[in-house]
C-alpha cells in the first residue's frame, strides 16, 4: 500500500490549536482525577461504608485518553505544521482501534464489578439515583438503606452519607430514616408541599 | 456366661443402637399449602417482633433482592440509560457503513479523497470508480454540497454529523426523562426539565469540542479517507460526551435546577395568590362605595365614606 505523504498547508489558527489543545487536556486531567475519586471511592468496600456512589465507565475511559493524546498531537503537528497524510491516517486508526478495546473493557468491568459489590453484599439503589445520562450508581450495603421517599432529597442525604463517612460514622437505618424525613419535612415546608 | 446370654445382651445392645440412630436421625415433615406456609413465616417473624409492615418490607425487599418480583423500570433504569447513550454513536455508524458500502462500489473500501480549491472554492476530490458508485457518482464536488455534507465528509460534513448526534441525544434524553416521569410517581415536570437541561448541556459541550477538535485534526487534511473523519467523529464525539456526564456531577446540577424551578413555580403561586387578594379587595372596595373607589383611583380628595 502507497501512502500519500503530502505535507499539508496549516489550515487552523494557533488560537484555535491551543484552544482545543487545552480543552482535551483538561479532559484527560479530569478523567485522572475523577478515577483517583473512583478508585478511592471502591476501597470503601474494605472498610465496610454503607453507601457507594459509583461510576462504572471511569476505570475503562482511561483506556480511551492515548486517543485524545493522539487527537492533541495531531493539533500540536497541524499548528507546527509538519503534517502528514500518513501521520493522520496513522492517528484516526489508532483512534478507531482505541474505541473496541474501550467498549469491551466497559462491558467486562461492569459485569465483573457489579458481580464483586453483589458478592460484598451491594445492592443498587435506584431511588437515590436520578435520570440524567450521567448519575452515578448508588450501592447500599443494606437494602432498608434505600427508603423510595428519599428521592426527592437525595442529593442532601447522599451528601449526609458522605458527611457520616468522613466522619467515621456507621449510619444505622434508624439513622438514615431519621434524616430522610427530615430532610423531606424540611423539603416540603420549603416547597409548600405540606 | 451362656452363649444364650451373650446372643442376648447383644441383641439387645444392636436394639438400643437401632434405638439411638433412629432418634438421632428423627425428623419432622410439615407439608403445608402457600398460604400455611406465608401464615407460619408471618408468625415466626411476630416472634421475632417484628410488625406487620415490617414483615410485608422483608418479604419485598427478599424479592426484590432475589429477583423474584422487581420494579421493573427501577431496576433497568440504569441499562436503559447506558444503551440509550449509546443510540447516536448507532446511528453514525449507520451513515459510516453507507459511506464505506459507497467507497465499495467504487472500487475501495477506504478511497481516498482530495480536497482541491478550484476558482477559489474548496472542492472534493474523490478517488475510484466514479461510475460504480450509487450516491456519490462525480468525481468531484463542492464542500458544501448537500451529499457530500450528508456523508460526513469534509469540514461541513464533520459538522453535520455532530449536529445530528447532538439531536438525537436531545430526543433520547428528553424520551428517558418522559418515562421516568411517568413511571416514578416521586418525579415531576421540574425534575423533567432539570435533567434534560442539563442533558443537553453535557451534550452541547461535548459536541463542541468533539467538533472543533476534529475538524481541526482531520477537515484540514489534503489527502484522506473517506470514512476516517466519520469514524474520528463518532469516537471523540462519544468519548467526550460520556467523559463530560462523568466529569460533572449530573444528578447534582439536576436536581438543584429542578429544586430552582419549584422555587420559581411556589414564587409565581404566591405572587398570583397576592394578585388574586388584592383585585377581591378592590372588588370589594368598590361594591361598598363605587364613587368613593373612583375618587382614590384618580386621587381625587374625597371626604364621603370610607371604605
Known amino acids: 500500500m502507497t501512502y500519500i505523504n503530502t505535507q499539508i498547508n496549516r489550515v487552523i489558527t494557533i488560537k484555535q490549536g491551543v484552544l482545543y489543545i487545552s480543552l482535551l487536556t483538561l479532559c484527560i486531567v479530569g478523567c485522572f482525577y475523577t478515577l483517583y475519586d473512583e478508585v478511592g471511592m471502591l476501597n470503601r468496600v474494605y472498610e465496610g461504608a454503607v453507601l457507594l456512589k459509583v461510576r462504572i465507565v471511569v476505570i475503562p475511559l482511561v483506556l480511551m485518553m492515548p486517543a485524545l493524546g493522539v487527537l492533541i498531537w495531531g493539533i500540536t503537528c497541524q499548528i507546527l505544521p509538519n503534517f502528514t497524510v500518513h501521520s493522520t491516517k496513522r492517528g484516526v486508526f489508532f483512534i478507531i482501534l482505541s474505541f473496541p478495546i474501550f467498549v469491551i473493557s466497559l462491558l467486562i468491568y461492569n459485569w465483573q464489578i457489579m458481580s464483586w459489590l453483589d458478592e460484598q453484599g451491594y445492592s443498587e439503589c435506584s431511588f437515590y439515583s436520578g435520570a440524567s445520562l450521567g448519575a452515578a450508581k448508588i450501592m447500599v450495603n443494606n437494602p432498608y438503606l434505600c427508603i423510595e421517599e428519599g428521592y426527592q432529597v437525595r442529593i442532601a442525604l447522599l451528601d449526609w452519607f458522605e458527611e457520616q463517612y468522613l466522619q467515621g460514622i456507621t449510619p444505622t437505618i434508624d439513622m438514615v430514616t431519621t434524616k430522610q424525613e427530615q430532610l423531606l419535612l424540611a423539603y416540603n415546608e420549603r416547597f409548600d408541599l405540606l | ?307
Open chain 2, 1 to 307: 456366661m451362656s452363649t444364650y446370654a451373650n446372643s442376648t445382651t447383644s441383641q439387645k445392645k444392636r436394639q438400643l443402637q437401632i434405638q439411638s440412630v433412629l432418634k438421632n436421625n428423627q425428623h419432622t415433615f410439615v407439608q403445608m399449602n402457600s398460604n400455611e406456609f406465608m401464615g407460619f413465616m408471618f408468625n415466626v417473624q411476630k416472634l421475632n417482633g417484628k410488625s406487620q409492615t415490617e414483615t410485608i418490607e422483608w418479604v419485598d425487599t427478599i424479592l426484590i433482592r432475589k429477583q423474584i418480583i422487581s420494579k421493573e423500570w427501577e431496576q433497568y433504569k440504569s441499562a436503559v440509560k447506558t444503551g440509550s447513550s449509546l443510540i447516536p454513536l448507532g446511528k453514525d455508524m449507520v451513515l459510516l457503513g453507507t459511506v464505506a458500502l459507497e467507497m465499495k462500489r467504487g472500487g475501495n473500501t477506504f478511497s481516498k479523497y482530495q480536497i482541491k480549491m478550484y476558482n477559489g472554492k474548496p472542492n472534493v476530490i474523490f478517488k475510484g470508480y466514479a461510475g460504480l458508485r450509487t450516491q456519490l457518482k462525480g468525481t468531484k464536488y463542492l464542500t458544501s454540497n448537500p451529499k457530500v455534507v450528508s456523508f460526513g465528509i469534509g469540514k461541513l460534513g464533520v459538522a453535520n454529523t455532530i449536529k445530528g448526534g447532538f439531536i438525537m441525544t436531545v430526543i433520547i434524553s428528553a424520551s428517558f426523562h418522559s418515562f421516568e416521569q411517568l413511571l416514578n410517581d416521586k418525579a415531576t415536570w421540574h425534575d423533567f426539565v432539570g435533567g434534560v437541561s442539563v442533558d443537553i448541556g453535557i451534550a452541547a459541550v461535548a459536541s463542541g469540542i468533539a467538533w472543533g477538535a476534529v475538524a481541526t485534526y482531520v477537515g484540514g487534511a489534503a489527502a484522506m479517507v473517506a470514512v476516517g473523519p466519520i469514524l474520528a467523529v463518532v469516537i471523540v464525539g462519544t468519548v467526550l460526551t460520556v467523559l463530560t456526564s462523568v466529569l460533572m456531577d449530573s444528578d447534582a446540577l439536576a436536581k438543584r435546577i429542578s429544586d430552582g424551578l419549584r422555587e420559581v413555580e411556589q414564587g409565581i403561586k404566591e405572587k398570583l395568590l397576592k394578585i388574586k387578594y388584592e383585585t377581591k379587595r378592590i372588588e370589594r372596595s368598590y361594591d361598598a362605595d363605587p364613587v368613593g373607589f373612583m375618587y382614590r383611583l384618580f386621587g381625587i380628595p374625597y371626604f364621603g365614606k370610607r371604605f
